[in-house]
């Protein structure tokens, strides 16, 4: 029974469409991580986040020539943050898959970010199987093919530390570790902004074609228009799964 003399709280007060404070310490956490990777010393800060940011980067052209027919190699990882996949076999679709892996790098982390936050919005156990997944999979990563001591003792630790959240953080901190790990996956395209507009590159001293320079030789269209596209869909992928879940509550899926 209710007491018409006790206010109801508001518990939507403040930013109608952010329904958890939580939210929004999420949310200034994206803008701020994505200011700070354009300022000329924002990868030192944000060091840790790069090296992920890599991997996403790095797996996420290795998923896309195993799922067009190819092998993943190796994964050279290397303390500059840079990185590099190296696969083999003959890709389905010709010049349309060679492309598909070029942009699988920049697109298959804000798919997996998008994914992973959709995934923050469902109840915790939920929660606590993407986070043990996620772990895994970077662990699997350096059984399989890392292959620099670097990349190992980096993502290796990355992967124990995430995979141990489900079993000693709170409630709220798996939550929150998760949505702030699916936010960093994201925004990981903007870590480097500038590449999606360079046609070359030089990676640990070796001249090699961009990405966006890889999808223009296959493609044919200029590399600045697929750097555009393809930081357009990361913009999408950031600011859709950002808006649902401002939108729900933590465990209401």
């Known amino acids: 029974m209710s007491d018409p003399k006790r206010p109801i709280p508001n518990h939507d007060a403040g930013l109608p469409w952010v329904r958890s404070p939580q939210h929004l310490w999420l949310i200034g956490a994206a803008i701020a991580t994505v200011i700070l990777w354009q300022l000329p010393w924002g990868h030192q800060v944000l060091y840790p986040f790069?090296?992920?940011?890599?991997?996403?980067h790095e797996m996420g052209h290795g998923v896309a020539a195993m799922l067009l027919g190819g092998r993943l190699e190796t994964l050279l990882l290397h303390p500059s943050g840079s990185g590099v996949a190296q696969h083999s076999g003959q890709l389905w679709l010709g010049p349309i898959g060679r492309a598909l892996v070029s942009a699988g790098g920049p697109l298959g982390a804000p798919?997996?970010?998008?994914?992973l936050l959709r995934l923050s919005q469902k109840r915790l156990p939920r929660v606590q199987l993407g986070l043990f997944l996620l772990g895994c999979a970077l662990l699997l990563s350096v059984l399989l093919w890392v292959r620099t001591l670097f990349g190992v003792l980096a993502i290796?630790?990355?992967?124990?530390?995430i995979a141990l959240i489900p079993l000693y953080g709170a409630p709220w901190a798996q939550y929150f570790a998760l949505q702030f790990l699916s936010v960093q996956a994201c925004i990981s395209t903007?870590?480097?902004?500038d590449y999606?507009?360079?046609e070359n590159c030089t990676i640990q001293g070796v001249a090699m074609v961009s990405d966006t320079g890889q999808m223009a030789k296959q493609l044919w269209l200029p590399y600045w228009f697929w750097g555009a596209l393809?930081?357009?869909?990361?913009l999408y992928c950031?600011?859709?799964g950002l808006w649902r879940l401002a939108r729900s509550r933590p465990g209401e899926g």
Do not use: K, M, Q
């Not at 790069?50 to 996403?56: D, N, V």
């Not at 393809?230 to 990361?234: F, G, H, K, N």
């Open 230 to 234: 393809l930081a357009a869909i990361s």
């Open 50 to 56: 790069s090296i992920l940011a890599t991997w996403f």
């Open 156 to 161: 290796g630790a990355w992967g124990i530390a």
């Open 196 to 198: 999606l507009f360079t």
């Open 190 to 193: 903007f870590s480097r902004l």
């Open 238 to 240: 950031l600011g859709s």
């Open 111 to 115: 798919l997996a970010g998008y994914g």
